[in-house]
C-alpha cells in the first residue's frame, strides 16, 4: 500500500512538473518549438496574439541557424519573445532592413498586422457565408438511404 501511494505521489509530482512549463517554449526541436508556440498563442488575449506570432517570427527570420534558433527561445514565456522580437525588430530596423522602413516603430508595425488579420477574418466570414448560401441553390440530393 505504501508503494502505491509514493507511486501516486510521484505520478502527480511530475504532472504538477509538466503544467508548469506550459507557457514557456519547449526548445527541443523545431517540431516541438512550434507546438508550443502554438498551444501559447492559442491561451493567449486575442489582442496578444499577434504582437507574440510576430516577434516570433521575427526571431526566426532572424536566426538562420536551427540550434540557435532553438537555444535563444527555448523556456522563454510571451513576454520574453514579445521582448525579444522587438529587440531584433529594432537591430535590423538599424541595420537598414528594407522591409522595416516602412514602419516608424513597433507598434506601427503590430497595428497594421493588427488591421490585416482582422480584414482576413472579414473576408474569411464573406467567403463562409457565400458558401453556405450557395450551398442552398444546390439540388443534388443523397440517396443512400433509399
Known amino acids: 500500500m505504501k508503494k502505491l501511494s509514493a507511486l501516486l505521489l510521484v505520478i502527480a509530482s511530475l504532472a504538477l512538473v509538466a503544467c508548469g512549463k506550459g507557457e514557456q517554449i519547449n526548445g527541443h526541436?523545431?517540431?516541438?518549438?512550434?507546438?508550443?508556440?502554438r498551444m501559447i498563442k492559442n491561451r493567449l488575449p486575442t489582442d496578444n496574439r499577434i504582437e507574440y506570432e510576430v516577434s516570433f517570427w521575427t526571431i526566426r527570420d532572424s536566426i538562420k541557424d536551427d540550434a540557435e534558433f532553438l537555444s535563444t527561445v527555448d523556456g522563454k514565456n510571451p513576454l520574453q519573445i514579445v521582448e525579444l522580437g522587438k529587440e531584433f525588430y529594432q537591430k535590423r530596423k538599424a541595420s537598414g532592413f528594407k522591409e522595416y522602413e516602412q514602419y516608424s516603430s513597433w507598434e506601427e508595425m503590430i497595428a497594421k498586422f493588427g488591421k490585416e488579420r482582422i480584414e482576413q477574418d472579414r473576408s474569411k466570414s464573406k467567403n463562409k457565408k457565400d458558401q453556405v448560401d450557395s450551398s442552398r441553390d444546390n439540388v443534388m440530393y443523397k440517396l443512400d438511404n433509399i
Open 29 to 37: 526541436n523545431t517540431n516541438t518549438a512550434y507546438k508550443s508556440i
